[in-house]
């Protein structure tokens, strides 16, 4: 099912239940922050259990984005 397909179908259902489909949503995938997200990425590939794979044509950072990535990996030691 896409995105697309998700989102009319939760359009359509009652107001109610749009609120307890947000309220699970939220309960069992809590936003993070971005920091969060990357510090939790750093901690797993230093202890082996997840390999990031090279950046793609299509994902691959730049700007100000490529500028945080190089800061972040010199302080974790594994920048070329």
Do not use: H
Not at 48 to 54: D, F, L
């Amino acid at each position: 099912m896409s995105v697309e397909q998700i989102q009319r179908e939760v359009s359509q259902l009652p107001e109610g239940e749009r609120r307890k489909l947000a309220a699970w949503m939220l309960a069992e995938f809590p936003p993070r922050s971005v920091n969060e997200l990357v510090a939790n990425a750093e901690a797993g590939a230093q202890r082996g259990e997840w390999i990031p794979r090279p950046p793609t044509p299509d994902n691959i950072p730049t700007g100000a984005a490529l500028a945080a990535a190089v800061r972040r990996a010199k302080a974790a030691g594994i920048a070329r």
